[in-house]
């Protein structure tokens, strides 16, 4: 099942880059078109569907744009985030720093962080199946 889901998984990754190229020729064909109406193709309506969507200018930073949008009264457009990878890696680092006191039952992990961040931090570790295949030994 492993094998059958990495193969489906590569084919559909073959078939997103095929899909996207015929969307570009597509867009292209459709919005040079005077009408702007769709078109038929193998039983399916193919049309453009128009988003609008508001994104930072190319050369503003993203705190210009958190500066200007708390300035101009609309703050509630900006929300304060944490990086959960980042936090992560520094937490299996300390872990790895510390392996030998927290295999002894000396500290827990949670003892290693500042005290209001561990009330507020959950640290337990979750597990996932991997199945792998097998390598052969090859014969000299």
């Given at each position: ?9 590569g ?6 880059e ?9 867009k ?19 049309h ?10 190319e ?5 210009e ?21 980042s ?10 720093e510390?392996?030998?006191e ?25 597990y ?5 295949q ?7």
């Amino acid at each position: 099942m492993t094998r059958e889901k990495r193969d489906l998984e590569g084919r559909l990754e073959v078939i997103k880059e095929e899909l996207e190229a015929i969307s570009i020729t597509l867009k292209e064909y459709l919005l040079s078109k005077e009408d702007l109406e769709g078109v038929t193709i193998g039983g399916f309506n193919i049309h453009l569907r128009r988003e609008l969507w508001a994104r930072k200018a190319e050369l503003a930073t993203t705190e210009e744009v958190c500066h200007a949008l708390r300035a101009s009264g609309m703050g509630q457009f900006v929300k304060e985030e944490f990086s959960t990878s980042s936090l992560s890696a520094h937490v299996r680092q300390l872990e790895r720093e510390h392996e030998a006191e927290i295999l002894n039952g000396e500290i827990e992990l949670r003892d290693l962080l500042p005290e209001p961040l561990a009330a507020v931090l959950s640290v337990e570790p979750t597990y996932k199946v991997i199945a792998m295949q097998k390598q052969t030994k090859r014969r000299k």
